[in-house]
T-cell receptor, first 111, second 111 residues
Framework: EDKVVQSPLSLVVHEGDTVTLNCSYEVTNFRSLLWYKQEKKAPTFLFMLTSSGIEKKSGRLSSILDKKELFSILNITATQTGDSAIYLCAVAKTSYDKVIFGPGTSLSVIP | SQTIHQWPATLVQPVGSPLSLECTVEGTSNPNLYWYRQAAGRGLQLLFYSVGIGQISSEVPQNLSASRPQDRQFILSSKKLLLSDSGFYLC??????????FGEGSWLTVV
């Protein structure tokens, strides 16, 4: 059965800290790995990763994929209170374009 | 540009009543369409996905159903709601083999 696992499930850090969020997967017919940020409503897209070892970067956020070990990490440097959110990892499959989400990591950044 | 609309945004329904949530996508054709549910503080559970008109795949047995009467319209229905159907429902769309994009979401409370 397809599975996407995230850790930790929740995390509290102080402003300025660096955090690493983990996502591992066991999925047949892997196409890509997706990261989303969810605040109060719908998730917003952060990154799509398809190739191993290539870092995607956007401001203080970066992510990388390891297709051999079947995991990805999302790094946030110099965290701010506005980074407080649930971070969702998802895997898109080639078969029927199905997209499966992990449980999410709830990040709280305190001043 | 492509947009996705989902309604109603919130609803409170009694147990045993019917449900209809509607989602439409504009600015694209032949998208993949998805319905997800998110219980409080948890990840996204894939309920249904569709790769074309009249083609619906169900991921979890439940008292919900989905229909795709037109290319860019996706409807989530129930004949009789249960308390356990409460949650945040998200419609999403995807161009073939690419990132998925979410609607605004619908908060359903079954009382």
């Amino acid at each position: 059965e397809d599975k996407v696992v995230q850790s930790p499930l929740s995390l509290v850090v102080h402003e300025g800290d660096t955090v690493t969020l983990n996502c591992s997967y066991e999925v047949t017919n892997f196409r890509s790995l997706l990261w989303y940020k969810q605040e109060k409503k719908a998730p917003t897209f952060l990154f799509m990763l398809t190739s191993s070892g290539i870092e995607k970067k956007s401001g203080r956020l970066s992510s990388i994929l390891d297709k051999k070990e079947l995991f990805s990490i999302l790094n946030i440097t110099a965290t701010q209170t506005g980074d407080s959110a649930i971070y969702l990892c998802a895997v898109a499959k080639t078969s029927y374009d199905k997209v499966i989400f992990g449980p999410g990591t709830s990040l709280s950044v305190i001043p | 540009s492509q947009t996705i609309h989902q309604w109603p945004a919130t609803l409170v329904q009694p147990v045993g009543s019917p449900l209809s949530l509607e989602c439409t996508v504009e600015g694209t054709s032949n998208p993949n369409l998805y319905w997800y549910r998110q219980a409080a503080g948890r990840g996204l559970q894939l309920l249904f996905y569709s790769v074309g008109i009249g083609q619906i795949s169900s991921e979890v047995p439940q008292n919900l159903s989905a229909s795709r009467p037109q290319d860019r319209q996706f409807i989530l229905s129930s004949k009789k709601l249960l308390l356990s159907d409460s949650g945040f429902y998200l419609c999403a769309w995807s161009p073939r083999g690419n990132t998925i994009y979410f609607g605004e979401g619908s908060w359903l409370t079954v009382v």
